[in-house]
């Protein structure tokens, strides 16, 4: 079945260091969304991209949708403790809207 | 977050109880979804519904039955908890356009 898979699945980075999360599908999506988890709390939608080989930013988060729209990347340049959490990428499931397909999420611990 | 409020926050139950959680949201969306959250496999949904008396089974949905009578209401039941159902759970709505989720705050289910 459908699968979207992300690495690595988990990352301890120092405080100022880049972060990067890799989001791999099974199947092409016609859209890819971003949560972030912070722990103890649930997830927060983050951003959507739609075109192939779309970038968009927010403000240190650089998010990536391939060409081929099966997988997509999230950077974090210069981390933050307050960037702590588990990163989720998603998408529409079995084609559909209004249902979406988890990642599996990356867990991002900074170092202070 | 959308007005999502689940309830109970946390319960223990014992194996072979019924147990029932609720998700309340004030934003009328029509789509609503519950989520189980265990390390290593993401947010993986157990049914959902998209409107009044309208749901449908998740990939997960063995062991669970869901209600919606009131389009604030979403309740996800275990018919008979077992200790494998020990898990977080979470409440989810969808706006009427786009798919972006918006989560409750979650509910911790340990089953002894």
């Known amino acids: 079945g459908q699968q979207v898979m992300q690495i690595p699945q988990y990352q301890h980075v120092q405080e100022g260091e880049d972060f990067t999360t890799y989001c791999n599908s099974s199947?092409?999506?016609?859209?890819i969304q971003w949560y972030k988890q912070r722990p103890g709390g649930h997830p927060v939608f983050l951003i959507q991209?739609?075109?192939?080989?779309e970038v968009k930013k927010q403000k240190r988060l650089t998010f990536q949708f391939g060409e081929a729209k099966k997988n997509s990347s999230l950077h974090i340049t210069a981390t933050q403790t307050t960037d702590v959490g588990t990163y989720f990428c998603?998408?529409?499931?079995?084609?559909?809207?209004?249902?979406?397909?988890f990642g599996t999420g990356t867990l991002l611990a900074v170092q202070p | 977050d959308a007005g999502i409020t689940q309830s109970p926050r946390h319960k223990v139950t014992e194996t072979g109880t019924p147990v029932t959680l609720r998700c309340h949201q004030t934003?009328?969306?029509?789509?609503m979804y519950w989520y189980r959250q265990d390390p290593g496999h993401g947010l993986r949904l157990i049914h959902y519904?998209?409107?009044?008396?309208?749901?449908d089974k998740g990939e997960v949905s063995d062991g669970y039955s869901v209600s919606r009578s009131k389009t604030e209401d979403f309740l996800l039941t275990l018919e008979s908890a077992t200790s494998s159902q020990t898990s977080v759970y979470f409440c989810?709505?969808?706006?009427?356009?786009?798919?972006?989720?918006?989560f409750g705050p979650g509910t911790r289910l340990t089953v002894l």
């Open positions: 989810a709505t969808n706006p009427p356009s786009g798919d972006t989720q918006y």
């Open positions: 519904s998209y409107g009044v008396k309208d749901t």
């Open positions: 998603a998408g529409p499931r079995g084609g559909r809207t209004n249902k979406l397909i």
């Open positions: 199947t092409t999506l016609s859209n």
């Open positions: 991209l739609v075109k192939s080989g």
């Open positions: 934003e009328n969306h029509r789509y």
